[in-house]
């Protein structure tokens, strides 16, 4: 007896059902890491692209995968500050280009930041209630997880990169 | 025939969740984690990355031996050992003044630091979110065979907050 008729006997002794549930699981990781995915948003820091109660967006994961993100893009990410978690922010800026930061609590003058390799700036839509780049600085691209195509609920609709969101940081 | 490449196309999701999110093997480069790894300089060490207590469990120890995406590069690995977690106080060899360690963060350094692009000199504190997974194990070569063990160097960490052991964020939920 061979090895591979070895391994299909050992495989033939797992019950049926058992297979079937975790290569289910398997497809599902699979797309949705590298594939399509559903995610809800909640927060008010989208607002008024998303109002954050309970809205789910659909989001691919191709083109951040491929380096491919522009500024406007609305895009999934793991939450910097808590790995377990994760937000939904817009690029404002790609490596090398600079970001301008407005007074704020930590500093009272306005400072360029340059974003490094690798990285990108992202922040929310609704400025004064969101917590991103201009708190925790350029995040790694290997954090961002989804670019988001389309709001399911609770209305359908494209979510269009939105340059205009992102003039006037 | 046939079927053996039926079979291959049937667990190949399978195949790909198990290395993304459970355990992986990985062929070591360079010199920054020597002697630990690559020990013997004619020979990387393939190596066993278990990735559970990571990405599903988040957590995360002092003193491991980590898999980790570069910073600066999303294709990257590297490996490096976690020195400090998030709001520790670590001593930054390279500024020559204590560092405190950011929410979410870590400090990793390489063993060997002449040869080692880290938290000193490269990086500074890394997201924990750029954690892949933990090496457990050296499998080949047949004389480097052996388990990879948790070991913190001395005079490095300054400060141990236990805010990070005991389950991480916090405070920011909500926002």
């Known amino acids: 007896m061979g090895a591979w008729e070895r391994v299909r006997s050992v495989m033939s002794q797992v019950p049926s059902h058992v297979k079937v549930a975790l290569h289910s699981m398997a497809i599902v990781y699979v ?81 360029r930041q340059k974003v490094p390799p690798g990285h990108v700036w992202i922040q929310g839509d609704n ?43 | 025939m046939r079927g053996f490449f039926r079979q291959l196309v049937w667990w190949l999701p399978a195949g790909i969740a198990i290395t993304d999110t459970v355990v992986s093997v990985l062929v070591v480069e360079g010199q920054s984690m020597y002697p630990t790894l690559n020990g013997d300089p004619n020979f990387s060490d393939l190596v066993l990355v278990e990735k559970v207590s990571y990405k599903w469990l988040h957590n995360y120890h002092r003193g491991d031996v980590a898999v980790l995406w570069a910073p600066d590069q999303p294709r990257q690995q590297l490996v490096k050992r976690i020195i400090a977690l998030e709001y520790d106080t670590v001593w930054d060899s390279e500024k020559k003044e204590p560092t405190k360690i950011p929410q979410g963060r ?17 990086y500074g504190p890394v997201h924990l979110g750029l954690m892949e997974g933990r090496v457990t194990h050296i499998i080949w070569p047949p004389w480097r065979m052996g388990s990879v063990g948790r070991w913190l160097p001395a005079e490095k960490l300054i400060v141990q907050d236990d805010r990070s052991s005991g389950g991480l964020g916090g405070g920011l939920r909500g926002r």
């Open chain 2, 106 to 122: 870590c400090w990793v350094e390489g063993d060997n630091p002449e040869a080692s692009g880290d938290s000193r000199t490269m």
């Open chain 1, 127 to 169: 400025l004064p209630h969101s917590l991103d780049s201009r708190v925790y600085g350029p995040v790694p691209l290997a954090l961002v997880r989804g670019r988001v195509l389309v709001q399911i609920w609770p209305r359908l609709r494209w979510v269009e990169n939105s340059v205009e969101e992102v003039r006037w940081h």
């Open chain 1, 31 to 111: 797309v949705s890491r590298y594939g399509v995915f559903v995610s809800k948003v909640t927060g008010p820091s989208m607002y008024p692209t998303f109002v954050g109660r309970g809205d789910f967006v659909i989001a691919e994961a191709l083109t951040p995968l491929w380096g491919q993100l522009k500024p406007g893009d609305v895009v999934i990410c793991t939450r910097p500050v808590d790995p377990a978690e994760s937000i939904i922010k817009r690029v404002v800026a790609l490596e090398g280009s600079e970001v301008t930061l407005y007074p704020d609590r930590d500093s009272s003058e306005v400072r």
